[in-house]
């Protein structure tokens, strides 16, 4: 079936109601991925076409399909361990400096902005029992826009071909057991990981300290005055000396100038002050 049609005037609409629900900024070459997203709820609501679908969104929707239509254009591309290299970063480098720097309290507070379906916090959980910090108490949190997709996070089944995807065999049959066509994680890992809904957007105020903050291939979505504010609030939930890692072509430079820049392998990461410097 052919994507729905949709008049410039609806899709200007269109790019303007889903920057104001979600932040996400669609460029003018977006039409045939926003038609592709949206074409779902068309068929599920029995509409004819996006132009009757924009005509409900003008007309106080139900919040239900005003989340079915901000959901459908989040980016929820994610597998095990992605990006290897910077997952030996934080075993070789990143995680053992924290180690020592938390000593102390014996606690390491993790936070998976933009979480998907689970497959990175649940990464860093088996990353951080494989490391044998015995008597740690190790606190993950993942958070994403979207309800549906941390519903299947918290779930922590997965299926044959998402588990094919960057996680090894060896630690597949050491931290999932096989129940029907799926693979559930066991509750070793699952207890150290919770999952909420959160809007990056939102204040960040009482959130944290965390030590690590994973917000990776999400500013890409966000225009300038959108990444700055929330890069500010990352960095004020950090903890003196706690680090953030972003995507790969994501940057701090022009937007925020209070992180510390460091390579570490290879990777680039962003650091707060210690408490010594503050």
Not at 118 to 142: C, D, F, H, K, R
Not at 174 to 191: A, C, H, M, N, P
Not at 228 to 251: F, H, N, V
Request: hydrophobic fraction near 40%.
């Amino acid at each position: 079936m052919m994507p729905p049609a949709l008049s410039p005037e609806n899709y200007t609409f269109l790019q303007q109601y889903i920057q104001k629900e979600s932040g996400i900024a669609l460029g003018n070459d977006k039409l045939y991925l926003l038609k592709s997203r949206l074409q779902p709820i068309v068929e599920q609501q029995r509409l004819k076409s996006l132009d009757e679908l924009c005509g409900r969104l003008r007309a106080n929707p139900p919040e239900a399909l005003r989340r079915a239509v901000v959901e459908s254009m989040t980016t929820h591309e994610t597998l095990f361990f992605r990006d290897p290299a910077v997952f030996e970063m934080l075993r070789g480098e990143l995680i053992p400096e924290l180690v020592k720097a938390r000593a102390a309290s014996k606690t390491l507070r993790i936070w998976c902005a933009a979480c998907s379906s689970g497959q990175e916090p649940y990464s860093l959980a088996m990353l951080l029992v494989e490391m044998g910090l015995t008597g740690w108490n190790p606190q993950i949190l993942g958070t994403d826009l979207s309800s549906q997709i941390l519903a299947r996070a918290q779930s922590g089944r997965f299926l044959q071909i998402e588990v094919n995807r960057g996680l090894p065999a060896s630690l597949l049959v050491k931290y999932f057991q096989r129940e029907g066509l799926d693979w559930q994680i066991k509750d070793t890992v699952r207890r150290m990981v919770r999952f909420t809904a959160f809007d990056l957007r939102h204040n960040m105020q009482g959130l944290g300290p965390y030590d690590l903050i994973l917000c990776r291939n999400v500013l890409i979505y966000f225009e300038s005055d959108t990444r700055k504010k929330i890069l500010a609030g990352l960095r004020k939930s950090l903890a003196p000396g706690g680090y953030l890692l972003l995507g790969a072509s994501e940057t701090t430079f022009t937007l925020d100038d209070g992180f510390l820049r460091k390579t570490m392998r290879n990777s680039v990461v962003y650091q707060t002050p210690p408490a010594e410097a503050l």
